[in-house]
């Protein structure tokens, strides 16, 4: 078992070059944009011609809901891409990037944990490629070019009080939520209040990791509702005139990254929407591209799986046509101890009656992944203070359920430990016998999606929202965006719109706060409870401890 | 001669992959990180070696004041290192980088022109290798930390309203050029008025292209004033902390870009600060890299002599300690007739003694560059309209002026246009004729190197600054910061500081408006008249036409 951290492991890393790791799925080097000698961008050509091949069986990774104990979703999806290869499977695995900002306030981290890595883990805890620098200029050209457009007389007759488009900057930085611009007279325009969001939380994130290609990605951002008139007809980013201008900035960006794993297969990482206000799942472009060129493909869903799985489930597979074969569920002793009600300090004696009295939080999501007519396996991701009895209780506990739990040591000893879990899930895949189906019918109207998913995943009692939320949704339907599916934004925590209510609760209802509308993305936000789109840094930013020590090394960044 | 487009010709040309132009200087395929295949960065590793050798002779190409006729002084820096390369030599470019921002509003531009020409232009013109983003990312880093002092308690007893370190963003949005910010409540912080700069106006961009490492580069971030107290004590970016990550975010950022010319000979396009507020060159570190690998390195200076030369002179190379060999100074023979008093519509038709009557803009610049003890070479950039009589006009002038000029046609031919001008200055550098030395001594008070410039180069009667000026030079002097150079921040189509006042003014003074301290930079910024650290977009901006067409061309971009 290794005690080095993370960024010792993935210092020590054998990378091989970019070339090779494209070898393996067979991507000829003239196709491979170099980003250095670790990284590259699979050109538009060869993706292009790499999603027609679906060849592939998407594997998703899920969880149960997160807990302070960790339960190492990605750290799982890496493994268990590593753990296909070793047995002799072609595959590769989807994730999303890194947030840049977040990492000068906490400390960032790796794309996995342990032995189950994605390097080069500097990269990407910094520019990467430059992708959300890119979606970062494309989303401030257009909210540019509004307040543009209003300066030169306004000839749309937008309303000023109406602009519901932000500018964005990829860094934690609570002053710029809410401000006033436009000041200092007349050649500044005409002032006005609004703000930024940290770029993640862009509609133009979305869009780009929904987007099918180039021209789809051109038509979704014209899609973009970006302000009202007085008379509340919706101003598009096409009447604005900014969608051609705004893929051409993404052009690069739209071309998906290849990296490798600690043990050199190759790893798509690529988009990274919010999974509140957003979908929260790496670009349909990477998974496509890697089920163009791989047999096995494994991928993840941010939160846990009643957020991360049925957001990907009903945004992303019903949107891009994917259908998963396989979900994995994480989960881990100590998170299960947690909703046991164990505090965190205690995680560390064996409690076998605590672990047997949180795993109904992981039966549910059993229970909810199974619904959508995909098989489950559950991966106990090991960790060195597991007890047998504490296993045995969880993979007890699935057993009932029907479905079957697998102790996974990727995290200490890379594929070696996840052989088991990888051969169990390749044989499911293989299987074909996912009936895979979304929750509900694009035509359900909008409030009845909302209860849909409250009801069946949450496990509400109701939905409850005023007049004013439910009219708007009537608004929207007569508008033509009613065949949209939703968007849940509530927290991650559990079931309930409670972040303290963990466990599998029932008899609770679901306060809808506000709902919005991307319509570029073609989602409609349905917020429950806060939903903070601009972090703030703490008192102590880890910016402060950020620096090349002696060696040249990054220090404090990890 | 050619009559396509820039960017016609651009995208016929006939690039080699970037590891070949490495090789012709020498550098190792692993110390070229490639960014796709026609770019790279070299690394950090292999520039510390090369700077080290100092081999080659530095030829600074600088121009009469600008025209609306253009004088095509990129054109002619590429065009002299091809044909340096042409007749045998071993030559390099350094010249700077675009900014992104401005080519949403007005068309963006090939790096040159014609058959002299940096490719690939359209990355070039867009996100290229991420240079300006990180700069952005390290900028904006900086402000939000110093906000979030102060909302954690202010310990270091930031006087709010003394706060002089904005935020930037490579757009041209004059919504955000004065803003207040932290509205919304506690959580948001304390509200206070500032505003957003274009990113190439940020000193963290004149830092990057005057540090001479990671380690001088993180010395300036730490040494940059960002804000005082009550007590009008300086409080600097190293008391906020955020030198070390901002390093860290600039580390890929720190090297230099090589990329070719459309002769295929290798270009470093590194930098590109302001050339107002700014030094107006590219880095030192490109600079000094290409020292160290060619034989011969064509640099350029933004703007005229008056401005970009003496910049050059009095703070690159003073600070960095480089020495040029030769300067050219670039005419058009329609620069000289508007000189002389042509109107832009009639510079068609033959007009020497219009001509003759502008020469005297260049004679002044030829005199100051002179000064400097660096031999001249004027380059008449050839255009198709130009008459044998007009060219013979300022062929004669110059002679007069104790200098030679050549006929240079290289726009249209290429480097075959232009050997016997890279044969001169070949001659004139290993002649080792130079003997550089700045315009005023380190020690030099600060309103006498102001004075100096004026009187000197400017031929200015005088410098007009009220009390408040002067005396704030004194408090700075007393702080330490006496020894800095100056930089000068006036009109660039005058040596006065009225753009309507072409050829060569006598009698005029120089009113000075404001001084900045760029403590960081290592500059006093002088700022006679206007200066705009935040363009906005025109009525109809270019974004509105930039798209890809049925080709899969960008459109509208040039």
New interface residues.
Partial sequence: MSFKTDIEIAREAQKRPIQEIGAKLDIPT?HL?????DKA?VSQEFVAQARAAKRGKLILVTAINPTPAGEGKTTTTVGLGDGLNAIGKKAAICIREAS?GPN?GMKGGAAGGGMAQVVPMEDMN??FT?DF??I??AH??L???I??HI??GNALDIDERRIVWR?V????????????????GV???FPR?T?FDITVASEVMAILCLAAD?DDL?RRLGDIVVAYTREKKAITCRDI?????M???L??AMQPNLVQTLENNPAFVHGGPFANIAHGCNSVVATQTALGLADYVVTEAGFGADLGAEKFFDIKCRKAGLAPSVAVIVATVRAMKMNGGVAKADLGSENVSAVEKGCPNLGRHIENVKGFGVPVVVAINHFHSDTEAEVQAVKDYVAEQGAEAILCRHWAEGSKGVTELATRVAELADADQAQFAPLYPDEMPLFDKIQTIARRIYRADDVLADDKIRAQLKEWEAAGYGNLPICMAKTQYSFTTDPTRRGAPTGHSVPVREVRLSAGAGFIVVICGEIMTMP??P?K????????NEEGL?E??F
């Fill in positions: 003239e944009l170099p980003f250095g000698h961008k840049l000068f910094l520019h430059g620098h890119a970062t200029s401030n050209l909210s540019a070019m307040d543009n300066y030169w500018r900057m990829d860094m934690n930085d609570r002053a710029l939520r809410d401000m006033v611009v436009s000041l200092g050649s500044n325009g209040q703000g180039l051109q005139g900014a969608e051609g201008a893929t051409v900035l052009k690069d703030g840094l008192r930013p880890a910016a402060e401890s950020i620096r090349f990054i404090g960044l």
